[in-house]
């Protein structure tokens, strides 16, 4: 293909239906606010209705090592499933963090370095992200620190390798090392959320540090826009058209990736955009089942409140391996478009996903990662008999966000027959979401048994 990498970020932030709700900020929020500084470039992205950002040279360079990533129709899995239209993969697998987090990454990295700070700290999930960020601090001369979710290290201890290989520390979440860690409740080491808290505890009381983070910040999700803006071009080259657009939703940064660039060019151009469908999965569905409100984004409760889908910030997500998907809430630029009905969603289970995951595998010779095992399963009932009543009737364009071979536990479970599924009670949902403020005009109640499509 002939598709080049793109020279600027395109920001979905001008062509919204309604402006986000504004953050509370730490003084209402929590009173006691820890600051979390951040460079003023990736603050004008979070704000300004910019809608093209030039990407800095540097990670332009960067982004040349694996940059433009494949797009190919996948007409082995299309046969698998018995699809009745085209199934189009774009794959972000190829690069030393096994995933699209590199993408923000490595802008992220240069941004603090211009910045004069000397060590960035992170809490990860699966640890792609915190593989990303050892590695572009590995490349901007950084110092990295990750706080890992202890289930997920120890079904994947070769991501604690990689990440030390490019000159990180690791710290198993809880930790120890912080006060948020030994406030945790029941089952809250299975969650992101203490992992992220405990990230931002350690940067505010050390020196030269910054705390970053990889997912539901709005500029992290523009430095994603390149996996969406290739895929267009791609698309357009194979001659491929698509009515469904699909990405695995954590906090969001994959899916809005994939998806808002298609969003943003509808709107620019006055057509119909595809349908951009949010895959998450069933132990934390927060878009499917959860409230629009202001909750936090982490375990501290230091930052802003952010208006988002949510299931609750303090509710124990099960041990899963959806991994980096078992988050508490949806980006708020995600969730504000789910608000308004320009995002659908659907929730997938674990056993589903790697079910998809192993399909593509044997009939396209691509190991997906559990997380984009759900946006595959997905795009399968979306082309086949549809799911929570939407099809597919042109063709279906699924990210497959990164690759299954640290993930090999998980499908060793698979073919073993060993997997379980555990969805949130009502009762529970309604514990967890309780005493939030809801977000958004006319804020629905806790919606637990299903969502707005």
Known sequence: MTVELPTSWRSALPHLSEPMPPDLTPETAAGNGVGVNLPMELVRQSVLEREFWKIPEPVLDAYRQFRPTPLWRATGFERAIGARVPVYVKYEGGNISGSHKL????????????????????????????????????????????????????????????????????????????????RRG??????????????????????????????????????????????????????GQVDMVVGAVGAGSNFGGIALPFHAEARSTGTRPPTLVAAESST???????????????????????AMYTIGSDYPIPDAHSAGLRFHGAAKIISAMRH?????ATAVTQQEALDAGRLLTRNECVLPAPESGHALAAAAKLATSGADGMRAEQGVLVCVSGHGYLDLAAYEQLLNDELGDEAPSEQ?????????????????APLLAGGPR
């Open 284 to 306: 934390a569905p927060k878009l499917t089942r959860g409230v629009y409100a202001y909750d936090k984004t982490d375990a501290t409760g230091s930052g802003p409140l952010e």
């Open 428 to 444: 529970a949902l309604l514990r967890a979401v309780s005493g939030l403020t809801p977000a958004g005009t006319g804020a629905p």
């Open 340 to 344: 308004t009905g320009d995002v659908a």
């Open 186 to 239: 029941e089952g809250i080491g299975n969650s992101l959320a203490l992992a992220i808290g405990e990230a931002v505890e350690y940067a505010s009381t050390h020196d030269g540090v910054a705390f970053c983070i990889g997912s539901g910040e709005t500029y992290s999700i523009l430095h994603q826009s390149v996996i969406g803006i290739e895929a267009q071009g791609q698309l357009a080259e194979l001659d």
């Open 103 to 182: 993408n923000t990454a490595l802008a992220q990295a240069y941004y603090y370095k211009q910045a004069g700070v000397k060590e960035l700290v992170t809490g990860t999930g699966a640890g792609q992200w915190g593989t990303a960020l050892a590695a572009a601090c590995a490349l901007f001369g950084l110092r990295c620190r990750v706080f890992m979710v202890d289930s997920s290290l120890r079904r994947k201890p070769y991501r604690g390798v990689l990440m030390r290989m490019l000159g990180a520390e690791i710290h198993s979440s809880p930790s120890g090392l912080t006060s948020v860690a030994d």
